[in-house]
């Protein structure tokens, strides 16, 4: 059973940066599809970055540019590091794994974190 803990939210100022954290246990964790997820308040939760098992990476247009999504698998952490945030950057971080190809819906993700907030203002 995957297990997935994430860290490194927080509250920053607009054009500030934060990185965020997440430690995967329980599974073969390079073979996976990784992938960090945001919901805001009122609204659906939304794909942000996503890496594959080739490395092969993906992002949200939004974040496209100031975002960078990376993995360390000898450490079996997957990384987020966001650089000038914004206002609409703030919501619940999730991170999610597949045992497949990746994938922007959320509902193809069976393994999830608690969550980390980042609160942007």
């Known amino acids: 059973h995957v297990q997935l803990v994430e860290s490194g939210g927080g509250s920053v100022q607009t054009g500030g940066s934060l990185t965020l954290s997440c430690v995967a246990s329980g599974g073969t964790y390079s073979a996976y599809c990784m992938g960090w997820f945001r919901q805001a308040p009122g609204k659906e939760r939304e794909g942000v970055a996503d890496i594959d098992s080739d490395g092969s990476t993906f992002y949200a247009d939004s974040v496209k540019g100031r975002f960078t999504i990376s993995k360390d698998n000898a450490k079996n952490t997957l990384y987020l590091q966001m650089n000038s945030l914004k206002s609409e950057d703030t919501g619940m971080y999730y991170c999610?794994?597949?045992?497949?190809?990746?994938?922007?819906?959320?509902?193809?993700?069976?393994?999830w974190g608690q969550g980390t907030q980042v609160t942007v203002s």
């Open positions: 999610a794994a597949r045992a497949q190809r990746c994938q922007q819906d959320p509902d193809e993700y069976n393994h």
